[in-house]
């Protein structure tokens, strides 16, 4: 076990560790570390909403969820010697969920994912799943089944959802102008076509005072993946990947956390992968003027050996027409909501309700392509389900399919 | 080798042949043959250009290539007893390009890559690449390589780009209606946004007179898939992958053609896969009543269990942010451009030139996922490049990378 | 379709065609045809029993087989410029069974296993199995079932049972020297310890008069694989493989044969692939000083991409114990061998008959691994059974295994 | 992380324990802890040499080792309900290694190689290495890389080189009569054929007294895997696995150690394996009367899902021909030890001792295939080595290989 050099303790609330972390991004957050190239180190993570979500049965807890903390992101990281320009040859070497025994916080043998009701972040399906729902998951080594999901059982592909260098900036600055700019297009949208700079909750590492509050004001909040890697949410990300980073300010500020013990491409639910709290092992290297070098503007990577090995799948293909059955023009994201909806149907035929195969797709390791981009009108996207996740057989068959009463994942009192 | 049901003169145009197929998609067009469920039997097919393509160094072929006439499908295969309401399980138990050596058309021993012309078909990166390129591939075995791209070699992942069942009546005006309400909304786009009926060139299997121009002008283009499977270039469509089909006319007559060599996820430079004549064999059994059974209303498919193994990928991703800045939202179709613009960019530093690098990205088994849907404002999509392809070690390392002259694909003469 | 450099009609015996192959080996049997390093060719193969198996259901064409006659080599192909000391690298480029329809042969459509008697051949259960079984095999493309093993199918791992260049004078002698002395330790033995020099049905590809008596005289039988390669049997020479053999005579000779659909490691019953006559598509390359730049002696190998792809798998595991329970010292034969019979068991509770089982394992992509060879006394061997290849689910569970009759595969009369 | 249920205290001896292991198979070995069937659980393992092998530059450790101590194994685990004639279902949840930080005992973020010297143990090849070497690794997450073997770095498949239940004092009685009699043949043999019950050192968890002597003279050695499974050096009982063995005592009585980081088949230097402390996560269910109801009589196991996937292989192959040029009659031990010496000489040519591929091959996770069982005399047997373990081309190519000095493995001062 490598040294830990960003700890966490999972019995008290992110904001009040010993070393604070952070949950926006900005170049002047102070490094919580430093780290030498190289040295093989440790980072624990708090799961991304902070202990708030339990494990029980009830989603009440996810339609209340407050969307202003996350994420909870251990670091910032400076590396040795990192300077604009560079790239961080990142490798995960290990992550897991928490180990210690320490009480019920998820990653502790457990994790969840959820549906986020439409007025409270919503999801990619959020206008046919408008309500909140959850499904906690058991660890078995990595294996994960549900009380709330009987019959599946799967190898998770464990990784970090998040994790980037600090942006510049002259980076930051595009990015809220960029954003802000699509806001503005519809500010009342419901979700939000956005999230602009938030000062409530934000917290910024060791940052105090009038400094907290320039930067609370500026800082770009951590949902959406960008140029310097974030909330990719990219499944591979599993243990011995290598990801290159580019590097926008000095030491590179690397920052992590959303660990997911499993998620499906596209994380669908929004929540969609199994949320834990636990730890990352890292080694990084520093490739000097690699941005330049080798023409990389934003993350590239390698992915690890030992990925689930999964052969058989059942694939259902979308196309860019909507529901109602209005033609759109080479929209791959449509085209892959509407594949999910297949699956989804299909499912129901085996005896889930939509919410709980909603949930499967998002926790799942299912692969999610694009299939055909150039045929037009229609965008054509392919959506993987390894069949043996399941304790039944599920392909199309002479016989008709087993439904059996699968019961219900856990639901909100609304 | 299995009975040959629909054969074809690959010395002979397909409008020549002695059993006609046809290029557009209509319930009336009258099946060409009948095979009993269960059945092995085999389909030739002619290179979707029909062999104006050819093996030489210009691409002038490629910019005036004529749209009209694609796609060459074979077909209509009606199977005893598939009523509508059925499903279709089609096995594509192997297919090839042309065994035999009748004459330099493509599938004989090569096929091409090509890069249309933005006032010609265009293509996924027709703003950067407006103009008409082409690779020449030459088959060794179940290997490719080309004279236009050297360093390049690999395993192809032979699949039809083009197979589906005849659309009811009622499907059909469906179809013309959604796609003439897309074209409505800008009639004069370059390249257009859908393909109205078109009865120039149209080629309707055994019709003649008053009932071929009815059909002809009703009858739906092959461009785009749609609910009946049709060109959904879906490269995992491989050897050993069956595929459940919707029946909405009595025998479900299917069709097939665009036969692809190889391709990468989203066939991106729209002629992005190796096109090639060939064979495919393939048995058909009929699930009764599957489309209610099973909730199926569009493919699914089981992929085989030889599609060439790679486990070392170099992977890029893109985000919905325009190459001049623009934040869109949560568009997966300009994530995965973005991501193609990188993998172009980065491989320009190893020699190619950006012609090479895109016909590279739409011809190898490269894969495209949807890899976050859900982090507004940004979709995250990745491309995953096997780095086995490429004779030298295409990895970012410390050292700078092999940048040598690597010639150039072929162009057109403007 | 590269050209065709060495052609069977496989409506003729092997003796009969128009250019003859050669079924012992010798340095002097002069070379067939000539082909250029880089040149992709065709080779034509008989299947290994000349076509004397048939497509029925009775095994007594097994029991009477006359082994003088194996194996049926296609060749020797020179290769321009090879020279002792060289290394050939030989692409294994598409390999498959006849393609032409032209008669009753093994390889159009269908292919056989054998389990030969004990007096005549043998194999390796042979003191449990001492009679003559078939099984006659119907090819789906890449898919193989029988009629005599229903709930089996499974993807064919295609390969030359057969590959190797030429012995020089003197390392035939000293296969004669040692396979000699083996034979002198117990001349009487049954099935024998190994296969001298037999003049008796040589076919010595264009050879006559004196020069053919000698070399038939002096030439060693095709049975056991040596340092030429030869009948290696290694089921890995797929589609794509790289094979480099030593060079010991000018020009290489290079032959080929006894191409097999499939085969599980060992091919244990001794015809234990399944038998098919075919085609093999080839490229040579000269690694001039190969096996002293290397070190290489014997054939050394680098596998294809497209194995079929199974990943769940029942293993069974064996000893270096006798059925009687005598401990034999890190014995690894006979480990497989105990491997084997626990899984004939296990099947058998599953309705085959042992002689069913025995022909599974020698056909089906089995893999059968050297596990432990140190641990005194015992050696530990591991069979793997991909799971897939039975349409029921062959794993221990709870419930009692599913026994139904599933009759018997093709018996001798005795 | 599931309860500890037998903990091992990493800073003492195996025989200081607060609850003692054994290192020594009896029936009446009491049960050291009971668990409930499908619970999860924990044990903690010392590596097989209790703590005397060190992390330094000398195999002076290994030449001294004392054989007499191994295995320490955790255990007995008594499961509820378990009867003679039952199947333990027993899933490999997880394993690592030590993760604690309270020392300098393997398993602690480094493992080591062994080769036994002739007279203190041996190895599959000991006549070419008759002395002790040694290679220390450091892990770094899954991979390993070792300064005493640069170049190479790899994914290892982790796995408890022994797991087994105990046997019957019937079954116990069996094997001291066969392995008695092997001894017998030829008592001095160096060396030795197999190993004798053995007091000295014997470890037999609570017992003491007159029932300790007696246990200890009757109880067998942990070296060879048995009926019961144990010392079965499986490499491919890794994470996922599920494993049945035979109940021959009531409760079962699971015990296992020898926990290894990774190994290639065969773990040919006899500590072929990376030697590890650490922990395992188990599950274990009972399959009522499942030898007789399946016919297993010795362990079957169904791999795990996140082997480290290798695509690309060099492969040798051996015959069963002596060193000197002896023909030995389908000895596939022989021919994986001529394989092995291919591979050796092979990787000299590139800069390694023969020690250095010695040890290379024990350790990462190579393939070894029985390949050929039945083509007389010469049995064939194929060894695979992942080429992307190497950080260098180490395929044959026309160039020649670059050899470059890679020093020496840890070695003994005689």
Redesign the interface.
Known sequence: ??DVKFSVDQSRAFSEQDVLGHNRWHPDVPAAVTVRPGE?FRVECREWFDGTIHNDDSADDVRDADLSIVHQLSGPIAVEGAQPGD?L?V????LG?????VGPVAG??WGYTGIFARDNG???LTDHFPDAYKAVWDF????ATSRHLPGVSF?GIAHPGLMGTAPSAELLA?WNQ??G??IATNPSAV?????PPLPENALLGSLTGAEFDRVAGEAART?????NGG??????LS??SRV?YPVFVPGGKLSLGDLHFSQG??????C?AIEMGGYI?L?V?V??N?MD???????????????????????????S?TES?????????LA?R?ACL?AI??L??FGYTPEQAYLILGAAPI????????????????L?IP??IFDFDP????G??RAVDRGQCAVSSR
């Open positions: 076990m490598p093989d790239l040859a490798d995960i070497l290990d969920p928490v180990p210690q025994q502790q043998g919503g999801g990619f078995h080594g990595l294996t190898t595009r960029r954003e700019d699509l979700p939000p076509l956005a999230l949902a959406p993946p960008r140029e909330n990719q949410d990219i499944k591979n243990r011995g290159f491409d596209g994380e669908i639910t929004f969609g092992d080694r290297e490739i000097k690699g070098t080798f023409g990389v503007e934003a993350p590239v990577f390698i992915p690890g050996r030992v990925e689930p090995r999964y052969t058989e799948f059942l694939t259902f293909a979308g196309l027409v059955g209005e033609q759109r023009y080479l929209d791959s994201s892959y509407r297949h149907d299909y129901t035929k692969e999610g392509r694009l299939s055909g981009v150039v045929d037009i009108p229609n965008a054509c996207a392919t993987y069949t043996a392909r199309p068959s002479a008709p399919p």
